[in-house]
């Protein structure tokens, strides 16, 4: 649990931080800090952990401070964006110092000429891209959470979103990045051009959810808006048809900047909440956006259209206006939270399988439901093949959670048997740290530990995630990966 | 399906502070509602205090974590930060308007601040005055016209300049709150003294909700919207017997005032022959619709409170839903349009009161980012916050004014007292125009068109 400071030390600790950031920056308080036990995932992940203290500092140099200040006391340090985060990984598991980054706002330079812009982490997402949208860019990766997560948050977790089936995850987008390192200094990895020689450092902190260095700014890509952008929104008898719909899209060689699937029960909360004109009547829907040249548009829209018809759609409708276009989108963005409407509490799963095993791989998730008694709401990237499974349930009836916590077991096994992943998006954090071991082997595990201890020898930074439970100095856990050898179900 | 603790919270592992106090009776938080919470966080971006302080506490999610930390016996009632926030917040109800799951935060961060107010013996005082108010003033329409009158004195005799400008207020640490004072109507509108029949065709009778603020301060505005709605079609009657509609009671926490309000309301407008009862208040219109959750627990009550706030439409969404059947006369003015809280948020209402305005010829209707943020007013809000009031008021002002409009149209009396107080300091001539003002300007150009044309 939290460190073992005596109170004098943790309030000269207090005051300290206090004249780094500002008093009004820091909470140590119970009520100040009881907010911070949260993200958006559920609790049965996230637990009950609180920071020792959590400050929101105003600048690179303020979180140095910070950083140092906690070396020396030799406390935790954990990263937090707008707590969004699906896997646990903004909580403070060990306790310690959570800097929260939502005052680190600015956007310090946005260049043309070469593509880039030098922003500040704590920027949400969605004020990042409208902002660049005022010069005719935006930054490509969309979350679902876009109007509230923050880019820190989007780089630690190399989020993805409706668009990345176009234009790649967050990775892709970024060219530097400037970093506080667990030796408590700052500086800075890329640069404009994207191609480093070396070691791709970049690439090894995109994703690392905060263990490996605190993102401070970031070089982001400047992606043009495209000319023209299509909208369209096809009704399916079952989510066989709509599977099948959608590899027949791609396979006609369309590549669309999204493709969304939905089914009747994530319809009906959706229009519930925002009423945003999706068929209640469905089975499944697709939305798709086709975005580039308006020719190229036109042309592919009709081929989506054909294409959705001829695997059984029973409707298909264009979205014309801008309105109407931001009315379907919003409805699909807030979906998971819709769901809240139909079960006081959800957990979500986020796997991959290959776009060809959709209709296996739902067939299966309906199979879950019934074995376990679990109302499963799908809502995800069909395109990506990347599964999010919501299981509703009542933390209040007596052993729901662990049906729960089995049926997304089962679902990890079999998504990585069919030849997925074990996390699309949302990243590892606390919630599949132990489902790590199954689709690593120990060899690659080692490896990633060595490239952690290289980072952050003493284990401060974001400790207790992405590793599996007891992995902390190489020992992997060898049970388990031999009891699932044994059961047949651990893919080399 | 009450409040049970979870199972989880017994075997927490975190160290808890000492909880002596918590929720208790049937005025708690309701535990249905907090649990639809999922913390998602979709609410943060929508809520003017974490805009301004961008951080957890002070955001939708924070607070009901806190909420949900006192129901579960793991956060005192009395935590003075637990406190702070639930009187920070505006009770705008943004968050819920941006919520996803449904959470009605409303009647969360009531039903908190009336158990504060009952547990809460360190703001006894303030809170002894509070209620002397609200009871004493608020409480009844005759004794807040009384009070009303000698404001009304004070503003006519001069006796205002001189005060204003001698500073003494600001020594005593009253300017900013005498500069809301509002500018009192001549006459007052009293109900039951005053009638207006319907116009060509008659479409139905409905009752207008006098208020408080509404009957002294903005009485010409009644006037005017009830001539709007008798143009098109309605007779418009004024019930007696009928009084404040209790919101700034129910959102400080004293919800027993806020019932009797809501039951004197109820039985001045229950007659059946009313089709609808309208408000021109977006804060009055908002209370009265939710009478039935104030009234729930009381069976005498519970059932013609459902029946009255079913009835309860604002003027905007009345007269754009029913359709003007009397065309507007021109106005070449350009406006721009301010969302109270109130109307967007809680009453979801925002396309009518723009389709009223395209409805004036030669209008021109220039939007202002953050149309739908907070002004800062919020009942009462900005005598008691009035930090986090002005912060909201400047950026209210500088958005509002940045589209160069000549007016400012609103629907909500506390709005429109703020924001014209906040133009009155800067010195700005931007006027401040309640949409039914606006409306009733336009027909009175229809009226001088043809007195021209004859
Ligand atoms: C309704 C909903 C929809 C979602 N949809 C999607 C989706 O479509 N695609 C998707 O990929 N995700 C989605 N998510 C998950 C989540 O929004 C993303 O993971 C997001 O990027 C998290 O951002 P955040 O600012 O909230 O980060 P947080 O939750 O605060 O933190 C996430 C991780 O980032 C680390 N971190 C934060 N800032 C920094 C920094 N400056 N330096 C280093 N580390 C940092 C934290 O330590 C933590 O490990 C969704 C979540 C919700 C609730
Ligand atoms: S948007 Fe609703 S469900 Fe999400 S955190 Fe806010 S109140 Fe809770
Ligand atoms: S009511 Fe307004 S101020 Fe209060 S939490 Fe909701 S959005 Fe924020």
Redesign the pocket.
């Known amino acids: 649990m939290a460190s073992a400071l005596g109170p004098a030390t943790k309030s000269a600790l207090i005051s300290k931080l206090a004249a780094i950031v500002g008093e009004a920056h820091v909470a140590s308080d119970a009520a100040g800090l009881a907010v911070y036990e949260f993200?958006?995932s559920d609790e049965a992940i996230a637990g009950h952990h609180l920071p020792l203290v959590a400050v929101l500092p105003g600048s690179a140099e303020e979180v140095v401070q910070v950083v140092n200040l906690a070396l020396a006391h030799d406390l935790p340090v954990?990263?937090?964006?707008?707590?969004?985060?699906?896997a646990g990984?903004?909580i403070a598991a060990r306790g310690g110092i959570l800097i929260v980054?939502t005052r680190m706002t600015r956007i310090h330079e946005i260049n043309e000429i070469d593509r880039y812009a030098v922003v500040e982490?704590g920027i949400v997402n969605l004020d990042l891209s409208n902002t660049l949208l005022q010069q005719g860019y935006f930054f490509a990766p969309d979350?679902?959470?876009q109007r509230?997560?923050?880019l820190?948050?989007?780089?630690?977790?190399n989020?993805?979103?409706?668009h990345c089936l176009k234009y790649g995850v967050t990775s892709n987008h970024i060219l530097g990045l400037e970093v506080v390192l667990p030796s408590g200094e700052l500086t800075w990895v890329g640069g404009p051009s994207g191609e480093t020689s070396g070691y791709d450092l970049t690439g090894a902190i995109v994703g690392s959810?905060?263990t490996l260095?605190?993102?401070t700014k970031a070089m982001v890509r400047l992606t043009r808006k495209p000319e023209a952008v299509a909208v369209l929104l096809a009704a399916f008898p079952s989510m066989d048809a709509a599977s099948r719909a959608v590899s027949a899209i791609v396979a006609a060689g369309v590549l669309p900047a999204s493709l969304e699937m939905m089914d009747a029960l994530t319809i009906s909360a959706v229009e519930a909440a925002f009423h945003c004109g999706y068929p209640t009547d469905a089975a499944a829907v697709l939305l798709v956006e086709l975005d580039g040249l308006a020719e190229t548009v036109a042309e592919h829209g009709e081929i989506v259209a054909r294409k959705c018809r001829e695997h059984e759609a029973t409707m298909v409708r264009h979205a014309t206006t801008k309105a109407e276009q931001d009315l379907l989108w919003l409805g699909r963005k807030s979906a998971?939270?819709t769901l809240g409407r139909l079960a006081p509490n959800y957990y979500l799963q986020d796997t991959v399988v290959p776009r060809t095993k959709l209709p296996p791989a739902l067939e299966f998730v309906g199979q879950l439901g019934r074995e376990f008694r679990l109302e499963i709401a799908n809502v995800f990237h069909a395109g990506d093949g990347n599964l999010h499974p919501l299981m509703l349930f009542d933390r209040r009836e007596r052993g729901a959670i662990q049906r729960v916590l089995e049926a997304g077991d089962a679902l990890l096994e079999y998504c990585i048997a069919a030849g997925g992943a074990v996390s699309g998006?949302?990243?590892i954090?606390m919630e599949k740290k132990d489902a790590l071991s199954l689709c690593f082997t120990t060899d690659d595990l080692r490896a990633m530990a060595g490239l952690k201890r290289s980072f952050d020898p003493r284990e401060l930074f974001?400790p207790e995630?992405i590793f599996p439970s007891g992995f902390s100095c190489g020992e992997v856990n060898q049970l388990k990966q031999q009891s699932l050898m044994r059961d047949g179900m651990y893919v080399v | 399906m009450s409040a049970p603790v979870a199972e989880h919270v017994l075997a927490s592992a975190v160290v808890q502070p000492e909880v002596l106090t918590g929720f208790s009776g049937p005025d708690a938080p309701p535990w249905e509602v907090i649990n639809t919470c999922v913390h998602?966080?979709?609410c943060l971006p929508a809520c003017p205090t974490y805009k301004l302080t961008l951080r957890e506490r002070s955001s939708p999610r924070g607070r009901i974590t806190l909420i949900k930390a006192v129901a579960e016996g793991r956060l005192d009632l009395m935590d003075p930060t637990f406190q702070d926030e639930m009187y920070l917040c505006l009770n705008c109800r943004a968050c819920e308007a941006a919520c996803p799951s449904g959470v009605k935060y409303g009647e969360l961060v009531e039903s908190a601040r009336a158990q504060i107010e009952a547990q809460s013996p360190r703001t006894l005082r303030v809170r002894s005055a509070r209620i002397a108010a609200f009871r004493g003033v608020f409480g009844s329409s005759r004794r807040f016209r009384a009070a009303s009158a000698g404001l009304r004195l004070y503003q006519r005799t001069g006796a205002q300049r001189f005060v204003r400008r001698s500073g003494l207020l600001r020594r005593v640490g009253l300017a900013e709150k005498e500069a809301l004072l509002p500018e009192l109507s001549e006459r007052f509108l009293v109900p039951g003294k005053e009638f207006w029949p319907a116009e060509g065709v008659r479409r139905g009778t409905v009752a207008l909700l006098a208020g408080c603020i509404m009957s002294t301060a903005y009485a010409e505005v009644h006037r005017a919207t009830a001539r709007v709605l008798s143009r098109n079609g309605f007779d418009v009657i004024v019930p007696p017997g009928q009084g404040c509609c209790g919101a700034l009671a129910i959102h400080s926490g004293d919800l027993e005032a806020g019932r009797a309000a809501a039951r004197a309301n109820i039985a001045a407008f229950s007659s059946p022959s009313i089709d609808a009862v309208v408000s021109n208040a977006a804060g009055c219109g908002a209370a009265m619709r939710e009478y039935d959750f104030l009234l729930r627990n009381d069976p005498d009550w519970a059932e013609r409170a459902r029946r009255i706030a079913g009835k309860v439409r604002d003027v905007s969404e009345f007269l754009a839903d029913q359709g003007l059947v009397a065309t507007p006369g021109p106005l070449a003015v350009t406006v721009t349009y301010q969302e109270p809280c109130h109307l967007v948020h809680a009453q979801r209402i925002s396309r009518q009161p723009r389709e009223l305005l395209a409805a004036i010829p030669e209008l021109q209707l220039i939007e202002m980012p953050e149309s739908a943020l907070c002004c800062g007013s919020a009942g009462i809000y900005n005598l008691l916050q009035p930090e986090m009031s002005s912060a909201l008021l400047e950026r209210k002002l500088a958005n509002a004014t940045s589209t160069g409009a000549a007016i400012i149209v609103s629907a909500n009396p506390g709005c429109m007292l703020q924001m014209a107080a906040g133009l009155r300091s800067k010195g700005v001539q931007t006027e401040v125009v309640h949409i039914m003002t606006l409306l009733d300007r336009a027909y009175a150009a229809l009226d001088v068109t043809a007195a021209a044309a004859n």
């Not at chain 1, 954990?78 to 985060?85: N, P, Y």
């Not at chain 1, 820190?152 to 977790?157: L, S």
């Not at chain 1, 989020?159 to 409706?162: A, M």
């Open positions: 993200d958006a954990v990263a937090r964006g707008a707590g969004t985060g699906l990984g903004a980054m982490p979350p679902a959470s509230v997560c923050t820190g948050g989007n780089i630690a977790n989020s993805g979103g409706p959810e905060g260095g605190i993102v998971f939270g998006e949302h990243g954090g974001n995630k | 998602c966080g979709f």
